[in-house]
Nanobody, 118 residues
Framework: QVQVVESGGGLVHPGGSLELSCAAS????????MGWYRQAPGKERELVAR???????NYADSVKGRFTISKDNAKNTVFLQMNGLKPEDTAVYYC????????????WGKGTLVTVSS
């Protein structure tokens, strides 16, 4: 069983920065992709950022230039550096691991809440 666990959420003022971490219980090199999704109140869950095993990057248009996804293979951890945070970034952020190729499954974390407010 593969588990992914998020950390780093909290309250931050508009314009501030925050870094989220996602620790996986298995090598992230066994995953086709790792990513971050978020769900704001009353809205559908949406892709925020994704990085594939080959290093391909995808970002939601709303976060381009402000958020950066990265990973540390040795620590089985992916990160989401969030800068210039806006109130509309407020959401529960979920870590995602695409284990379909090796494990036949996709994995989701429980989520961590990010609140951007003055």
């Amino acid at each position: 069983q593969v588990q992914v666990v998020e950390s780093g959420g909290g309250l931050v003022h508009p314009g501030g920065s925050l870094e989220l971490s996602c620790a996986a219980s298995k090598s992230i090199l066994s995953m086709g992709a790792m990513g971050w999704y978020r769900q704001a109140p009353g809205k559908e869950r949406e892709l925020v950022a994704r990085i594939t095993i080959l290093g391909r990057l995808n970002y939601a248009d709303s976060v381009k230039g402000r958020f950066t996804i990265s990973k540390d293979n040795a620590k089985n951890t992916v990160f989401l550096q969030m800068n210039g945070l806006k109130p509309e970034d407020t959401a529960v952020y979920y870590c995602y691991a695409d284990g379909r190729n090796m494990y036949g499954m996709e994995y989701w974390g429980k989520g961590t809440l990010v609140t951007v407010s003055s």
